[in-house]
């Protein structure tokens, strides 16, 4: 039940894309000590070590997971397994305001995946805002040169952050249709514990995979061990709390606002950590993608 914005809520919402800013800009300062995927893995492993405590009686016989294994399985991989191991990827050859740029077109993403596989009706008012996200979108990736546009070079990160935001939009589409008992359902720990079950799976896999394919090293460390508390806390578990609370007080329309201010913290942290500052084309990329999702959202 909604109960509208106000300031305790506006903060509790400012926090998670806040944590997200920093997950990219973290990830950026290690992708020299540990290799991208297995950075996901170990993300995951410490929060789900932290999480025990509070929804270690999910992994029991009877607590409702494993009759609905194959939900879940899906979710962990979506949301776990894919999501930030392809963000990490990208992060191996783009900045992070990059990232989080292309990042900010997901409710496009949404939009599209709804009408396509979930029966979703689209307005025009929808496509117009589509279009203008999707205009920032090919600003950010054409690096806000129209005329090399049909003749550009995509870096790999850029082709793997379209690929995280599409999973993130199933994901996000999965969570919609409710198939988990409910006891698992209204206890956030909980829900996210049954899904890292499933995405450890996932992760370990594809860090094998890793390892086994390329020449993966870690160079452990104060820095490496900081960075790995930092994401395992902060963008797996305080980010997840706080955002789940703020849209239930605000509602998803309002909230889906306050991650748009991904972009921004970004560009605030690259600039001061890693030295990389935003240029214009990154302002004018901001504007529309916003301005897209402000068009697509208003009834």
Sequence with gaps: MTTGLNLRTALLLVVPPL???GNAVVGRLVHELVPPITLNFL???LAFVLLLPLAGWVLRRGSGLWPHWKRFALLGLLGVGAYNALQYLALQTSSPLNVTLVAASTPVWMLAIGWLWFAQKVSHRQIMGALLSITGVLVVLSRGQWALLAQVRLVPGDLYVLLATVAWAFYSWLLTQPKEPPAIRSDWAAFLMAQMVFGLGWSGFFAAGEWALTDAHIRWGWPLAAALLYVAVGPAILA???WGIGVQRAGPAIAGF??????LFAALMSAA?????PHAYHGIAFLLIVGGIVVSSRR
């Design 273 to 277: 950590f890693l030295g990389e500052l």
């Design 19 to 21: 944590l997200w800013a």
């Design 258 to 263: 306050f991650a748009n201010l991904t972009p």
């Design 43 to 45: 993300r995951w492993a």
């Design 240 to 242: 997840y709390r706080c």
